[in-house]
């Protein structure tokens, strides 16, 4: 069957390291992968997409790898900040609508 | 900057009546999606609406279920017959396109009694 895993729950991590946080499929063939941030009782917010032709992304601190040999995206937000808290979701659109892992709940620590 | 909006932001109902969760998508923009999440898990794709008819659905969204877009600028769900296990944050979401990013809404929390 189809899975999504990132695989941290939680991460913590000292202010100004770099937090990566990985998600990881089975039984996809993404078009493209998404990643969003979730904030507590809010909605998603769109940070980056990454299609299945690419193999990086950046923006700003953002960093996204797709390796679909591995299939396996690792998310990278570099020099940290305690404002960078927050759950991560990442999100795969294929032949299905747009399927979101669990998440990681990430805590940035001053 | 424009973002989509969702009223009530928290609706409390009896098992067995019927709601309508509201939304305005983004003025400009084609796709409109629910989703929904259930309390400590994952947001789920629900439906989502093009063309002024449903281009997909997930098997959560059965005939309990129904989209409508019926004006410009609304866009409801509407969930018949409420069960306990409906109580979850609903989410609206657009896109000017397909295969770009989605904005979201702040959700509606629909708790079910």
């Known amino acids: 069957s189809q899975k999504i895993e990132q695989n941290s729950e939680a991460l913590n991590i000292q202010e100004g390291k770099t937090a990566t946080l990985t998600c990881n499929y089975t039984n996809y063939s993404p078009a493209y992968l998404q990643w969003y941030r979730q904030d507590p009782g809010r909605g998603p917010v769109f940070l980056l997409l990454i299609r299945e032709n690419e193999k990086e992304k950046r923006k700003e601190r953002l960093k996204v790898t797709f390796d679909t040999t591995l299939k396996q995206s690792l998310f990278h937000i570099t020099a940290s900040q305690p404002a960078d808290s927050a759950t991560y979701l990442c999100a795969l659109r294929g032949n299905t609508p747009l399927v979101f892992g669990k998440g990681t709940r990430l805590s940035v620590i001053a | 900057e424009p973002e989509v909006t969702q009223t009530p932001s928290h609706q409390v109902t009896q098992m067995g009546q019927e709601v309508i969760l509201r939304c305005v998508p983004i003025s400009n923009h084609l796709y409109f999606y629910w989703y929904r999440q259930i309390l400590g898990q994952k947001v789920e794709f629900l439906v989502s609406?093009?063309?002024?008819?449903?281009?997909?659905k997930s098997e959560i969204f059965d005939d309990q279920f129904s989209v409508e877009r019926p004006d410009g600028s609304n866009f409801t769900l509407k969930i018949r017959s409420t069960k306990l296990e409906d109580s979850a944050m609903y989410f609206c979401?657009?896109?000017?396109?397909?295969?770009?990013?989605?904005?979201f809404g702040p959700g509606t929390r629909l708790t079910v009694l």
């Open positions: 609406f093009y063309n002024n008819e449903i281009s997909e």
């Open positions: 979401a657009s896109s000017a396109g397909q295969g770009i990013e989605q904005f």
